[in-house]
């Protein structure tokens, strides 16, 4: 497993360089939802400390007692009802996408004294069946979440599965410049190098990581 690891990381960093880019200038976020601890462990020991969870109540089950040793990304769907619980637990949500949501979370934010850094989840090819903001929707979302004080960091997408995910990633891309957002989640297993040639300041991998789900 640390192999693996070991492997993914190298080439994230000559992904970057390919690009033009600081060998750091991407940050591996291990997307352990849905694994056994004996396939997460190894990659805590190898020195991994960023993690992405899809559901809060499985990361609380899994994290609790590791909580101080890592940051924690939200990437799954956050329902309004488990906001209080992901203001508390996480360090970033990367699901922001729609305004009920984020009223909600400017609520929690006050009332907790504390803040997750957000991003806004893009659904860059408008697929009924994902989450996701309109991107012709998106800058007004943005200002609006700013106008409610809540942290902007940056943009998330998951591009049509069957497509070329480059013209999304640069659409992504696009958006975040003229709104003037500095981070960009994009690229996944498959095509995470791809993502890096298109400006992805962090990537989520799992399945090339871990091995399948169980």
């Not at 979302?141 to 997408?157: H, K, S, Y």
């Not at 990633?169 to 190098?193: V, Y």
């Amino acid at each position: 497993m640390s192999e693996v690891y070991a492997s993914i990381l190298s080439r994230i960093r000559a992904a970057a360089l390919a690009a033009g880019r600081p060998t750091d200038a991407v940050t591996l976020v291990a997307v352990s939802k849905q694994q056994p601890w004996d396939h997460i462990a190894p990659i805590l020991d190898a020195g991994q400390r960023v993690f992405g969870e899809n559901r809060v109540q499985e990361a609380m089950g899994r994290w609790s007692e590791r909580r101080a040793e890592i940051e924690l990304r939200l990437i799954g769907p956050l329902q309004s009802n488990k906001a209080r619980d992901a203001v508390a637990f996480f360090d970033v949500i990367e699901t922001l996408d729609r305004e009920k949501l984020a009223r909600v979370l400017a609520d929690e934010v006050q009332a907790q004294g504390k803040a997750p850094r957000l991003f806004v989840q893009v659904n860059t090819g408008q697929e009924p069946q994902k989450a996701g903001i309109a991107p012709g929707e998106a800058d007004s979302f943005v200002a609006l979440c700013r106008g409610l004080d809540l942290p902007m960091e940056g943009l998330m997408c998951i591009p049509p599965a069957e497509l070329d995910p480059a013209p999304h990633f640069r659409l992504l891309g696009q958006i975040a410049a003229r709104n003037g957002l500095e981070k960009l989640s994009m690229g996944m297993s498959d095509d995470f190098e791809i993502a890096i040639a298109c400006g992805a300041t962090s990537v989520r991998v799992g399945s090339a990581l871990f091995g399948s789900r169980t």
